[in-house]
């Protein structure tokens, strides 16, 4: 006996899978977007300008060691999207930050953010942009953030 509602129940649960795709977080195997990474400091540099990153032309490192704030900023780069492969960015020059993430064992992740054009974040196992979020919580935990 063949079941009526077979093939429509399998054609919901793709459906499914393809809508709730398409707005996933980034996967990403960077251990600071891992649910287990325990942030100890986060140190930020900046505005640096071009060309980028250049040590020695930052106006000073800002430190934080608030958990809670720092794991708003972790949040926030990780669910930043990848950039569709035709984005098309404007070509101005702008300053950037260095975001360097320390955890409870010592280990170091570095992220470079720019605040310009697409506003490409580096430093995570994938390129991401649009860091409007990133600055939002930034600006949030006291820390140097570009203006909107």
């Known amino acids: 006996m063949r079941r009526p509602f077979a093939v429509p129940a399998v054609v919901l649960v793709a459906l499914t899978a393809v809508a709730c795709g ?5 996967g990403s195997a960077s251990p600071l977007c891992s649910a287990s990474y325990e942030p100890r400091e986060l140190v930020e540099s900046g505005p640096l300008y071009p060309p ?5 032309k ?13 794991k708003k900023v972790v949040a926030a780069a990780c669910d930043l999207p990848e ?20 955890d409870t064992r010592g280990q170091t992740t570095d992220l470079t953010a720019a605040a310009y054009g697409c506003q490409f ?3 995570l196992d994938t390129r991401r942009y649009d860091a409007r979020p990133l600055w939002d919580a930034l600006a949030a935990a006291g820390l140097p953030a570009p203006r909107r």
């Open 22 to 26: 398409g707005s996933a977080r980034p």
């Open 58 to 70: 930052s106006r000073g490192e800002t430190r934080t060691t608030d958990v809670a704030a720092i």
């Open 121 to 123: 974040v580096e430093g």
């Open 83 to 102: 950039p569709p492969s035709d984005v098309a960015c404007t070509a101005e020059l702008g300053p950037a930050f260095a975001l360097r993430f320390v």
């Open 52 to 56: 980028l990153p250049a040590p020695g």
